[in-house]
Structure formats: C-alpha cells, structure tokens
C-alpha cells in the first residue's frame, strides 16, 4: 500500500471509529530533539540502566544517579512539541481523538494541547520523596546545580517516573487497559510495543474488537501480525497529513465528533 493510499485509508477509519486512542513511545518525541535512550549512541550506551535506571540503585546511591537525571532533565526541558504532537491535539479538538497513553515522561503531549493523556511511565514535570510521599513540581527545584531535597524530610527527592524494578502507577494501569478494551482504532505512533505492560495494550484492543495502526519509521514485532496496517515514515509529517485529510473529508473545520 502506497503511503497516500495509507494515510487516506487511516483518516476514514478515523472518521468511522466511535472510539479511537494512540499509544506513543520515544519515537514520537525524537523530533523535538529527545533522543531514544536504546538507540546507538543514546543514554543507555553511556550509563547501564540496570545501574542508573533501577529503582534500587536510586535506593543505594540517589545522588549518583542524580548525574544521569540531571542531564534527562535538561533535554527535556529544552524541548518544544513537534508536528505529531500538534497533531494529536488537533484530532482531539475536532473530536476523534479520546485518549493519548504515551510511555514517554516528557509531557509535550500535554504542552501541545492534549487534555487526556495517560502517563504510563509518570513523569519528569514532578519531583516525589519515597520516604514521605511529597510530590512537587520540577520547575520549583534547581535541579541543574544541585540535587533536590525534600522540604519535609530532606531526603533525595526523585522523578515521578516508573524506574525499573517499580510498578507501573495503578490509576495509568488501570485507565490505559479500559480505554484499550473499548477502543475501535489504536494509533500505535513511534514505538514498537515491546516493553511489558505496555506492549500488551495493543494486543488487547486487538482482542476486543479494535483496529491496529502503525505509524513508525521500521516494522516491528507488531506488524503483519496485531497491526493491520503500517505507514512507515516520520510520524510529524505523516500524522500532519492525516490530519489535513480529515479535515478534507469532513469538508473543513470540524470541533466536535
């Protein structure tokens, strides 16, 4: 399938979906200049996430791993929301668009407009203490010349992000897999569904009725097989057009579903 014949063919099933979400992964933010941490070259290369991304090493030694956030941090802060971002806020504007769960923690969903967002990783836009539960936002912390301590009890204060050996939050849980079941289109945009809970979203709309949509630079596991169709490219460019051809088929502006 050509990729205008595919991104006609995902605005229809836009239109005709009652219910449609999107799962997003690093891909979707690479083009705000956030790097995918697995990629050649990327976080993972230089810093073993079995030592800096695992919630017992943040246990042993916050201030270590403080070095690595630090430097998360920074990328993100300096990041703006891309195309596929602005996108997604507008499908949601115009009504075709229910939920975003993203397993990014960079929150430029919601920078770009996006109302519901289900953050299944957490986020770096707050700052938690595992001794006492304070929850703060970032931007309230110097987080570039120091390390961050809690006002209640002063001890190292962590990203509200899901470290490995941590569980994913139960509220995102929970939200993420009901709007799976009740979906009838899942956009699946820059990420190859493989890193557990969150590559059995998929599947489960899957299971229930639902359409699957890729959109990624590459196959992955999920294509040929959950996925019914991919669209391979950039998902700015691409998502852009779909947008532009739904606002085609609707014959303009359109607010509501």
């Given amino acids: 399938m050509e990729r205008q014949e595919a991104i006609e063919r995902l605005a229809r099933d836009i239109l005709q979906s009652q219910k449609t979400i999107a799962l997003t992964g690093a891909g979707i933010s690479v083009e705000s200049g ?101 929850r703060d936002d970032t931007e309230n912390y110097d987080t570039e010349t120091t ?23 139960e509220n995102a849980m929970r939200e993420a897999f009901e709007e799976a079941r009740r979906a009838e289109l899942v956009m699946v945009i820059g990420t190859s569904a493989v890193v557990f809970p969150a590559s059995s979203i998929p599947s489960t709309a899957r299971e229930h009725g639902a359409k699957i949509v890729e959109i990624n630079l590459e196959e992955t596991p999920l294509t040929g097989g959950i996925s019914d169709y991919i669209i391979k490219g950039r998902a700015g460019e691409i998502l852009s057009d779909v947008v532009a051809e739904v606002r085609s088929l609707v014959g303009g502006e359109k607010d509501v579903h």
């Fill in 147 to 169: 390390v961050p301590r809690c006002p209640r009890c002063n001890a190292v204060l962590k990203p509200d992000v899901v470290f490995f050996g941590e569980p994913i939050p």
């Fill in 34 to 134: 956030i790097p995918d941490f697995r990629s050649a070259g990327g976080l993972w290369s230089r810093y073993d996430p079995n030592e800096y991304a695992h919630i017992d090493g943040f246990r042993r030694d916050p201030v270590k791993i403080w070095n690595m956030l630090r430097e998360i941090i920074q990328v993100i802060k300096s990041a703006s929301p891309n195309k596929a971002h602005l996108a997604l806020a507008q499908l949601e504007r115009m009504g075709y668009l229910s939920s975003v769960i993203t397993q990014n923690v960079d929150g430029l969903h919601q920078a770009a407009g996006n109302h519901r967002v289900i953050e299944f990783h957490g986020t770096n836009r707050y700052l938690v203490c595992l001794h006492c539960g304070f």
